[in-house]
T-cell receptor
Framework: GAVVSQHPSWVICKSGTSVKIECRSL??????MFWYRQFPKQSLMLMATSNEGSKATYEQGVEKDKFLINHASLTLSTLTVTSAHPEDSSFYIC??????????????FGPGTRLTVL | GQQLNQSPQSMFIQEGEDVSMNCTSSSIFNTWLWYKQDPGEGPVLLIA?????ELTSNGRLTAQFGITRKDSFLNISASIPSDVGIYFCAGQRGGSEKLVFGKGTKLTVNP
């Protein structure tokens, strides 16, 4: 079946540094990539939506200058957390979406990236 | 952002028992999805529902898309220890690629 990968699976960084997380769709073309953040014992909260070749659309309350999203190809999207702070520590998950029909849509989540900011 | 009303929040059951959980919304969705998330991993799609009234099975799992398009339920029959995890419902509106999630149901199965 379709697979979406994320790299790295976990990362620990110092406060003030930037961290890049990659999301790849391995066997289908993802026209849209979604980025979610999940705090412990909570549900997934959508951060932003990105379409290949265009600027990402951010959800209300998400700082676009802090969470930089690039979707340069149909198989790769990156999320860069700039000047990370401890409150940015979370589980970041991407969802790759490709399709035009409700019954043939392909949409799969990545395995997630655990970010810990010291 | 909006979230679906998912219940129960948690369940503690014995192996072999059946499980039922549901999601409700104040607005209509065109697609209902059920996911399972294990600790430290991304959600995995269990069942997708595309039509009101649709009843779909995947092994021991059965899910239904409510007639009003405002609710869905997931049943797990004869639970086993590997069913442990957090189950999320998600709704998708027509013409939108976004998903609206429930808060999750944490399932614990005692052997």
């Amino acid at each position: 079946g379709a697979v979406v990968s994320q790299h790295p699976s976990w990362v620990i960084c110092k406060s003030g540094t930037s961290v890049k997380i990659e999301c790849r769709s391995l066997d289908f073309q993802a026209t849209t990539m979604f980025w979610y953040r999940q705090f412990p014992k909570q549900s997934l909260m959508l951060m932003a939506t990105s379409n290949e070749g265009s600027k990402a659309t951010y959800e209300q309350g998400v700082e676009k200058d802090k969470f930089l999203i690039n979707h340069a190809s149909l198989t790769l999207s990156t999320l860069t957390v700039t000047s990370a702070h401890p409150e940015d520590s979370s589980f970041y998950i991407c969802r790759a979406y490709g399709g035009t029909s409700a019954t043939t849509d392909t949409q799969y989540f990545g395995p997630g990236t655990r970010l810990t900011v010291l | 952002g909006q979230q679906l009303n998912q219940s129960p929040q948690s369940m503690f059951i014995q192996e072999g028992e059946d499980v039922s959980m549901n999601c409700t919304s104040s607005s209509i969705f065109n697609t209902w999805l059920w996911y399972k998330q294990d600790p430290g991993e991304g959600p995995v799609l269990l069942i997708a529902l595309y039509k009101a009234g649709e009843l779909t099975s995947n092994g021991r799992l059965t899910a239904q898309f409510g007639i009003t398009r405002k609710d869905s339920f997931l049943n797990i029959s004869a639970s086993i220890p590997s069913d442990v995890g957090i189950y999320f419902c998600a709704g998708q509106r027509g013409g939108s690629e976004k998903l609206v999630f429930g808060k999750g149901t944490k399932l614990t199965v005692n052997p």
